[in-house]
């Protein structure tokens, strides 16, 4: 039986072969070019549910056809690509398989020029045409052979491709492929950005902003106890020092026309006049321990210090020190009870023993409540609050080992916060954006950091923005990225 295995596996493993379309070699993969699109096909709108597509047509138009342009020389120009803003202020982009790109607003914002930009969009068509996503889920099935030969044999089962290739890619897909899937996708993007006429040394560029951004980030998450997130794309290193970098960007120079097209720096800036930066309005606007919602009418506060996370399904508030953290989501009312009855029957919380609350005049309820696996179990708070035809839902819990009591009053505190806006609070709801300046005589970004509205160090992101960080300062003349 064993010896059948082996012959069977052999026999599968070379069936898998497939050619792939940048090296022109026959290589296994166990998932085909149907496949492939399919499940692109089929991930693409819950993307878009998860981040949202970012409201402006002409943007959307115009990254559109800097993607369209590089994936007409690509190696796998026959498929039909789609490159969308998505509404994150995280500094990423991506690619599913079968040719959906993404990138974010968050991720523009820091840019400087369409090459730039053709740099990141060219970087990612690289990952769909040398079908990284593929190699990626073929090295992780084929270490697990017999879950691929029931998958083959056992009618039915083929379709668990489909619905578990994201838990294998996707790590992948949104943190990057490794070191040598990177290098190769920089290599394919430097090629076809030579081939449509930008410089390819754009992509050093690109990654010289999102390497001093990485660092500023890493400085800020260090400072508050918590993880960096950078783009995935970012080399370990320095990218002016990565000798495998400098190789691949002065090899595709060579495919580049004698005299390459000006690099659209003000053609991109004036895209990028009005973008939203930070927090969108229908996403809500954080506003230091303050959170306002325009669309959904309503703020409140959580204690000084702490820090919010804003997430497409939930607002996340983390105490100094990591102490205490809390939630707030929402979910749809659709019959007539109290916010204790919701508690009990949509919640699930047995005959919480807590208090009635109106912060505002709202009807609402808080209990105290375990929270937490049966192996973690910790006194917690849960609040439920029915505003309009929403019930917001406030739960937290002290940090094992944490003052649970400080905690407990903090998230009532919290709790009892919450009103619909004010009208002194309208403007508070609305989002910061980009805006152009010209630089005049004696402009330094410390003396330009004091009208902004940006939080935390402004003068460290205007020059992360304007590409001067750490130390730098605007010549007079220069187009600047400011924050209004």
Request: charged share 20%; net charge neutral; glycine share 10%.
């Amino acid at each position: 039986m064993r010896k059948l295995l082996a012959s069977i596996s052999v026999a599968v493993l070379l069936a898998a072969c497939a050619t792939n379309p940048v090296s022109g070699r026959r290589e296994m993969a166990l998932m085909s070019e149907q496949q492939e699109l399919a499940i692109g096909r089929d991930m693409h709108p819950k993307v878009l549910q998860a981040y949202g597509e970012y409201d402006d047509p002409a943007l959307q138009a115009y990254v559109r056809g800097v993607g369209e342009k590089l994936a007409a020389v690509s190696h796998r120009a026959n498929l039909i690509y789609r490159f969308t803003v998505v509404d994150s202020t995280d500094i990423n982009a991506f690619a599913l398989p079968g040719g959906y790109i993404y990138i974010t607003r968050g991720l523009l914002a820091y840019m400087s020029s369409e090459a730039e930009l053709a740099g990141v969009l060219g970087h990612e068509i690289g990952h769909v045409t040398a079908r990284h996503a593929v190699r990626q889920y073929t090295a992780a099935t084929a270490a697990q052979l017999g879950m691929t030969l029931g998958s083959i044999f056992v009618p039915g089962l083929g379709n668990n491709v489909a619905q578990n290739v994201m838990g294998v890619l996707g790590q992948a897909t949104l943190s990057g492929y490794g070191r040598e899937h990177e290098l190769e996708s920089d290599s394919l993007g430097a090629e076809y950005l030579a081939q449509a006429g930008y410089d390819p040394q754009a992509i050093l560029g690109v990654l010289r902003t999102l390497k001093a951004q990485g660092d500023y980030a890493t400085a800020q998450a260090k400072a508050e106890g918590r993880e960096p997130q950078a783009y995935h794309g970012l080399f370990a290193s320095h990218p002016d020092e990565d000798t495998r970098l400098k190789e691949v960007l002065t090899k595709a120079s060579f495919l580049a026309p004698d005299t390459p097209a000006d690099d659209g720096r003000e053609r991109f800036q004036k895209r990028l006049d009005g973008l939203v930066f930070g927090d969108s309005a229908v996403q809500g606007i954080r506003r230091e321990n303050r959170f306002y919602h325009g669309p959904l009418d309503f703020a409140l506060e959580f204690p000084p210090g702490w820090r919010l996370q804003n997430q497409p399904d939930r607002l996340l508030a983390i105490a100094p020190g990591g102490s205490a953290q809390a939630q707030l989501t929402s979910q749809d009312l659709n019959q007539r009870e109290t916010p204790r009855e919701f508690m009990i029957r949509r919640l699930g919380i047995r005959n919480p023993a807590g208090q009635e609350i109106s912060p505002a005049g709202l009807p609402g309820y808080t209990a105290n409540v375990q929270l937490g696996g049966a192996l973690a179990r910790r006194q917690g708070r849960v609040a439920v609050i029915f505003h309009r035809n929403q019930a917001y839902i406030l739960v937290g819990v002290a940090k094992e080992g944490g003052d649970a009591q400080a905690a407990d009053r903090a998230l009532l505190q919290t709790a009892l916060s919450f009103h619909p806006l004010r009208e002194d609070e309208r403007a508070l709801a609305k989002p910061l954006r980009l805006r152009l300046k010209t630089a005049a005589p004696g402009d330094n970004f410390a003396q330009l950091a004091k009208g902004s509205r940006l939080p935390g160090d402004a003068t460290a992101q205007l020059r992360l923005l304007n590409g001067h960080y750490p130390t730098g300062e605007p010549a007079a003349g220069d187009t600047l990225k400011i924050v209004r």
